[in-house]
T-cell receptor, first 113, second 114 residues
């Protein structure tokens, strides 16, 4: 079985401050890890992924995430948040080879001008 | 490329009615998925299809059926709708190979069952 925990329901951050959205996962074997973003009344958009290699992965819109195997975490970060980053963010994990994603419940990010 | 398209965008059904949600992708992907999104629960997999002609149950398949009509199209059918099936439904597709694994999502269908 595979699962994701996103412990915070909402993350509030002032514009220009660093943004962190937390994610921990549980999976047997090595994981594939993903972050998606959802704007109101839209489908999910892919942000970034960890498949293998460098633990720090960079994605769209200035976001990055660090894979930490010992802590089973994959936190999403952005050095300087924009008001336009306000959205719902989902972390997801796939056990290698089973081609199925398990999503966390999502984190609402609110960037305050 | 239109990506992943879904029809309809909105639908209201009465309990016991049936309907089919349509999904199509133009990216030549082998794998396709149906999810439902409910507040505070993230996305849950209903069914998926690894390739044309194959389908498998996901986490919440009860009350649903699917058809992988061809490589492009993957439909989801509610035979007898129930209020518990009120949700937003998303279709997605992916090409699980060594180059990319991410899923691409459609815009969603908002279904209300009264």
């Amino acid at each position: 079985a595979q699962s994701v925990a996103q412990p915070e329901d909402q993350v509030n951050v002032a514009e220009g401050n660093p943004l962190t959205v937390k994610c921990t996962y549980s999976v047997s074997g090595n994981p594939y890890l993903f972050w998606y973003v959802q704007y109101p009344n839209r489908g999910l958009q892919f942000l970034l992924k960890y498949i293998t290699g460098d633990n720090l992965v960079k994605g769209s819109y200035g976001f990055e995430a660090e894979f930490n195997k010992s802590q089973t975490s994959f936190h999403l970060k952005k050095p300087s948040a924009l008001v336009s980053d306000s959205a719902l963010y989902f972390c997801a994990v796939e056990r290698r080879g089973n081609n199925r994603l398990a999503f966390g419940k999502g984190n609402q990010v609110v960037v305050i001008p | 490329n239109a990506g992943v398209t879904q029809t309809p965008k909105f639908q209201v059904l009465k309990t016991g009615q049936s309907m089919t949600l349509q999904c199509a992708q133009d990216m030549n992907h082998n794998s396709m998925y149906w999810y439902r999104q409910d507040p505070g629960m993230g996305l849950r997999l209903i069914y998926y299809s690894a390739s044309e002609g194959t389908t498998d149950k996901g986490e919440v398949p009860n009350g649903y059926n699917v058809s992988r009509l061809n490589k492009r199209e993957f439909s989801l059918r509610l035979e007898s709708a129930a209020p518990s099936q009120t949700s937003v439904y998303f279709c997605a597709s992916s090409e699980a190979d060594t180059r990319s694994y991410e899923q691409y999502f459609g815009p969603g269908t908002r279904l209300t069952v009264t």
